[in-house]
């Protein structure tokens, strides 16, 4: 899920063009805790408002693109969408994934 998030599920990684290896590093390791911060909102949303199950008894969207997919609008409606993206910062607790 990771790759594929690196790939062509939100992040479009290939698209930076960088040959740098030690700022590849740093993009990989920045692009991880982003798809962690995701797939955590996912998790959260999901626990609200359940991901609509497939009939075949597949989840219509990752966790992850249901997280990204919110955090996306939190950020492109920032002005009135403000408090809800300081709920989700919260979510992104590194000292509770920790432990």
């Known amino acids: 899920m990771l790759f594929s998030a690196y790939k062509m599920r939100g992040f479009n990684l290939e698209a930076t063009h960088m040959s740098e290896n030690k700022k590849i ?3 990989i390791a920045i692009l991880s805790l982003a798809f962690v911060w995701c797939h955590t909102v996912g998790e ?3 626990e609200k408002k359940p991901i609509k ?3 075949h008894g597949n989840r219509a ?3 992850f693109l249901y997280g990204f997919e919110y955090l996306d609008e939190i950020f492109t ?3 009135e969408r403000g408090r809800e993206l ?3 910062v919260r979510l992104f607790d590194i000292g509770r994934m920790e432990k």
């Open 44 to 46: 959260w949303l999901n």
């Open 61 to 63: 969207k990752s966790l």
């Open 53 to 55: 199950t497939l009939k």
């Open 25 to 27: 590093d740093s993009l």
């Open 77 to 79: 409606h920032y002005n």
């Open 86 to 88: 300081a709920q989700a």
